[in-house]
């Protein structure tokens, strides 16, 4: 993959994959801002990572539960960099309420959840749209998780969350051709991360039981 000259945005790039991913993007040639929450000390070290690499980098606290700050945050990576080729929505928020648990799982933790990783999402991909299709080249990466695709994963708000962003991907990907083209990734469990660790013990085994059965559907699954 070769990204000389392009412009990444990668939500959630103070977390273990939005990092790792900030990381790949930065090695392909790409200049990459982040976004982060609280984790400030984190999201400078990915800042640190992408510009060991030769490359521009930036750090943008974003709650993306705010929609004015959604807004804000487009165009100040866009005015940082002059251009944004690639919107990665990596970030999400989770907690682990066993699937049984009706009475844990409030409307609370429901719209923060869908607030969160849904229309964060969704708001995003609007938001960084009119530069996205600038360069006619735009590319949109959705991460959702095997949650979406079977009931399974950290709650059921989880979940539910995680096969609308699937869905969401499909509905963008014909709304924003040609000229962004939108994917979807849906990770399994993913060991020693810190979104694994605060799943309870009964939880991470079920997802973890769930992570073998995925390479059977990543086949007929979520690319555009
Ligand atoms: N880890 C896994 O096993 C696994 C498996 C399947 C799918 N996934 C998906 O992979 C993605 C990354 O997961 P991860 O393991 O790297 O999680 P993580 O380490 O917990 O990172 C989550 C990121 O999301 C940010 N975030 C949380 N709430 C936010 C909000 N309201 N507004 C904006 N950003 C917010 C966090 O910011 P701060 O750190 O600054 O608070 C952090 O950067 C998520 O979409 C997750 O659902 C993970």
């Known amino acids: ?3 000389t000259g392009k412009t990444a945005f990668v939500t959630g790039g103070s977390g273990d994959i939005g990092s790792a991913i900030a990381r790949a993007l930065a090695v392909a040639g790409a200049n990459v801002a982040i976004s982060f929450v609280g984790q400030q000390q984190s999201a400078a070290a990915t800042v640190d990572a992408v510009t060991d690499c030769g490359r521009q980098s930036l750090a943008v606290q974003l709650d993306q539960r705010d929609p004015a700050s959604i807004d804000a945050t487009a165009a100040a990576v866009h005015m940082h960099f002059g251009r944004v080729d ?3 929505n990596n970030a999400a928020w989770n907690i682990g309420i066993a699937f ?3 009475e844990a799982l409030d409307a609370d933790v429901w ?3 869908f607030e969160t990783n849904l229309r964060g999402p969704y708001l995003l991909a609007r938001a960084f ?3 996205l299709r600038k360069h006619g080249c735009g590319r949109i990466v959705n991460i959702a998780s095997a949650a979406g695709l079977f009931p399974g994963g950290s709650s059921m708000a989880y979940a539910s969350t995680k096969a609308g962003l699937i869905h969401l991907t499909r509905c963008l990907a014909v709304g924003m051709a040609p000229e962004i083209a939108v994917n979807c990734i849906a990770p399994g469990l993913v060991e020693g991360t810190r979104m694994a660790q605060r799943l309870p013990d009964k ?4 997802a973890r039981r769930q992570s073998w059965a995925v390479p059977q559907v990543r086949r007929t699954s979520v690319s555009r």
Do not use: G, T, Y
């Open 1 to 3: 993959m070769e990204l």
């Open 86 to 88: 690639i919107l990665v």
């Open 100 to 102: 049984s648990d009706i």
């Open 111 to 113: 719209d923060r959840m």
């Open 129 to 131: 749209a009119p530069h």
């Open 203 to 206: 939880v991470a085994q079920s």
